[in-house]
């Protein structure tokens, strides 16, 4: 068995914010520290650093993150790129490790850097000059790889989400999330001066009918803006996690599976439903989740599409009131569900989306 025994984030910023000046390695360091210091563990017990990270450009950002929190340089350090769902499936990973025996102290998670991002250009093989590009393919089929925010908006005709039902969740994210500023101290690293999630505000339904549409029922004001952040847990064997004697939540179990590459919002249902399964599991038997908001529909039609009570779902509000640090907002899910569920007990699931069709789910026992 794999146990998570410290969780901790850093607050969201959205790009060009409070974390503009920091690389991605600048914004994990603290929040790896924070995790040791928290279990009471030297640095030398690490085992494996485990990172999330979607747009630093390749290398190794998982060495260059672990040599920052100055451990071990025996630590190799493993870097996962499945772009939004890479800091859950990060997790997943580092439970396999542990329950394989190849590891029993792992400190694993996710972080980006949106405002330092290194800018991507495709080249041709006719000579031209290079041309920029902001998504990445996801498909091999130009005419079957949408942008992000019309795959969002196909989700809504297809289930019939309307714009209203997208901008009410928007607006109560925003309003669990300013309940929730207070117990979510618990979670935070101050970074830079900042120690709150910095896009948190009192949004009005009014604010979101004035919201100029970017794909038909998609606004800005029911879209998770891009971000920067860090978030990681420390998972432990069993065995160690006896010694330590502090609050904990055990994996249960997980899953990563993909599926139509155009309907990518629907992809966790799946990797829920299997989840649950596994585990012996119903909905109703989950007494948190924590659902991605890259988009509102999103987050409406996972929690609709996989039976889960809507109470029970974001209740410290979601990535709409945060921003969206791609491969470090599955990890924040994490953390975020780790420490409600410390409070609530019981199990928890936390799932998200990826372009390309791709949804990982990670359910956890207090």
Known sequence: ???????????????????????????????????????????????????????????????????AAGLPQGVAGLSVDRQCVSGLDAILLADA?????????????????????????????DGRPPTPYDQAPFTPWSDRDPAMADAADHLGRILKISRDAQDRWAVESHAKARDARDRMQREMVPVAGLAQDAFTRNLSLQTCARAAPISGTITA??????ADASAFVLVVSDRIAQD??????????????GGA???????????????LRKAGLVPADIALAEVMEAYAVQAIACAQGAGLDPARVNIGGGALARGHPIGA????????????????????LAAIAAAGGLGTALLLEV
Do not use: K, W
Not at 7 to 21: E, H, K, L, M
Not at 103 to 115: D, F, N, Q, R
Not at 251 to 256: L, R
């Open 221 to 226: 004001a029911n879209t998770a803006v891009g």
């Open 244 to 257: 330590l004697r502090r609050p904990s939540a055990c994996i249960v179990g997980g899953c990563t599976l």
């Open 261 to 275: 590459p155009n309907m990518p919002g629907l992809a966790p249902v799946a990797a829920i439903d299997r989840t």
């Open 1 to 67: 068995m794999s146990v998570i025994v410290a969780a901790r984030r850093t607050a969201v910023a959205p790009a060009g914010g409070a974390f503009r000046a920091l690389a991605f390695h600048e914004l994990a360091a603290p929040v790896l520290l924070a995790c040791l210091a928290d279990a009471g563990l030297d640095r030398g017990r690490v085992d494996e650093v485990i990172v999330g990270n979607a747009l630093g450009a390749g290398g190794n950002p998982a060495r260059l993150c672990a040599l």
């Open 97 to 125: 490790l542990v329950r394989g025996g190849t590891a029993e102290v792992i400190l694993v998670g996710g972080v980006e850097s949106t405002s330092r991002r290194p800018l991507r250009y495709h080249t041709h093989a």
């Open 329 to 348: 907002s599955g990890a924040i899910n994490a953390v975020r569900l780790f420490h409600d569920l410390q409070a609530r007990g019981g199990q928890g």
